[in-house]
């Protein structure tokens, strides 16, 4: 067990929805925000100011609830960010990103003669993820719409950025390479919690990254100390923390079981298998013999008896 020095500050895990909030998504924390965006992006002009939006974003189908997303903004040219952070896998999950980020273009459309398509500005859906959702995963995926016969770019008004945070393979910050890989790399060692305040911004110190950038990192880290945090605060964390570590608890446990009942039936197949063929070479002691090596494995009787037809007490005697 990790022991932490009463003079050492713990970080917030900060892909818990409360906490990435709490970090990026309020007036104090807009300047990480901002910080967050240029150095993901990196765009011809950086982006100076956001202005945060409605973040329910509502389906055109009646049946469907509305999704709440962790950042809805837009910055002074009118495009439009969506942030979304998932720690656990998601079914459908690429459909759902298309579909959500073409429902935040859809909003710019105004009723009256003064709007045109021409107003349409470029939207950016961004997901971060602590899984991998793909056989080939890679870091980063930035996806546009793309003419197919002449390979280039169709247009750049839609924009989707996949992160799959376990894809990143730095053990420590010198070995990262891109700025937003540092990024990447400090959120994912505040989200492991092994590495209090100090620790961290003595990696980012280190570093030849600009001064800018380092302070961004500072900032984003004093942000997340749990020390600093008002009693209320702390008891939405702590909340928030909770509910995260019973879900994970949850889905370790339904993947142990899972596993059992796969190990559960590929003996069972094994067994059935084991005993057609001994059929097919007329060996009739291989029921018999399945039986005993079944049992010297501690394999419960019902399970043998049900796969080799013998009784319990024929295989009790063996």
């Not at 104090?28 to 002009?45: D, R």
């Not at 759902?96 to 009256?112: A, E, N, P, Q, V």
């Not at 003064?114 to 993820?129: G, N």
């Not at 079944?294 to 009787?301: A, N, R, S, V, Y």
Request: charged fraction near 30%.
């Amino acid at each position: 067990m990790e022991i932490v020095k009463k003079n050492e500050r713990k970080v917030m895990k900060p892909l818990l929805d409360w906490a990435f909030k709490y970090l990026f998504a309020t007036e104090e924390s807009k300047p990480n925000l901002i910080g967050f965006l240029n150095i993901l992006l990196n765009p011809e002009a950086p982006i100076v100011d956001v202005q945060f939006m409605n973040n329910e974003s509502l389906p055109a189908a009646q049946n469907l609830k509305g999704c709440v997303f962790d950042i809805i903004c837009k910055d002074t040219n009118e495009d439009r960010f969506l942030i979304e952070v998932q720690t656990t896998q998601t079914v459908y999950i690429v459909d759902r990103i298309i579909y959500y980020t073409c429902r935040l273009m859809d909003r710019m459309g105004k009723s009256g003669s003064e709007w045109d398509y021409k107003d349409i500005k470029r939207v950016y859906s961004i997901c971060l993820m602590n899984f991998t959702f793909e056989q080939d995963p890679k870091l980063r995926k930035d996806i546009q719409l793309y003419d197919i016969e002449e390979h280039k770019a169709f247009s750049d008004k839609l924009n989707i950025i996949l992160l799959q945070l376990p894809c990143l393979k730095a053990e420590s910050i010198d070995e990262c390479n891109a700025n937003y890989e540092f990024l990447l790399y400090l959120l994912k060692e505040m989200q492991n919690g092994m590495k209090t305040t100090e620790q961290l911004k003595n990696e980012v110190a280190k570093t030849n990254l600009p001064q800018a950038t380092k302070e961004l990192f500072y900032k984003v880290l004093d942000t997340a100390d749990v020390a600093s945090l008002s009693e209320m605060d702390r008891i939405r964390y702590e909340s928030d923390l909770k509910n995260y570590m019973d879900t994970m608890s949850c889905i370790e446990f339904a993947t142990v079981k899972g596993e059992e009942k796969g190990r559960e039936e590929g003996i069972k197949e094994g067994i059935k298998e084991g005993i057609k063929e001994g059929r097919k070479e007329g060996r009739a002691e291989e029921k018999t013999s399945i039986a005993k090596t079944l049992k010297t494995k501690g394999i419960d009787l019902t399970t043998i008896a049900e796969c080799t037809g013998l009784t319990i007490p024929e295989i009790e005697k063996l």
